[in-house]
């Protein structure tokens, strides 16, 4: 199994900043893609970004410009840098992990509550 530990949700204003972390431990498999979704109450949940080992980025187009997909393969981490961020990028945050030819995520963090207000 593959554990996933987030860190980095909160409060922020309109125009802020946050960076979200997530730590990934166990038999993590090689060819994998690591990646961000948010769920908002009553709302499906959406990806966000993701990225594979080799550091191929995909975003969503409401993200492209303001928000930064990264990892560290040497500490097993994904990071997202969210900037500029919208009273809408409200919602629960949940790193996942899937193998590269799959579609769906195969674990899933608990999840981090980011909430943009003023």
């Known amino acids: 199994q593959v554990q996933l530990v987030e860190s980095g949700g909160g409060l922020v204003q309109p125009g802020g900043s946050l960076r979200l972390s997530c730590a990934a431990s166990?038999?993590?498999?090689?060819?994998?893609?690591m990646g961000w979704y948010r769920q908002a109450p009553g709302k499906q949940r959406e990806l966000v970004a993701d990225?594979?080992?080799?550091?191929?980025?995909n975003y969503a187009d409401d993200v492209k410009d303001r928000f930064t997909i990264s990892r560290d393969n040497a500490k097993n981490t994904v990071y997202l840098q969210m900037n500029s961020l919208k009273p809408e990028d409200t919602a629960v945050y949940y790193c996942?992990?899937?193998?590269?030819?799959?579609?769906?995520?195969?674990?899933w963090g608990q999840g981090t509550q980011v909430t943009v207000s003023s």
């Open positions: 990225i594979n080992s080799g550091g191929s980025t």
């Open positions: 996942s992990i899937r193998r590269r030819y799959s579609t769906l995520p195969a674990y």
């Open positions: 166990g038999s993590i498999f090689a060819g994998n893609v």
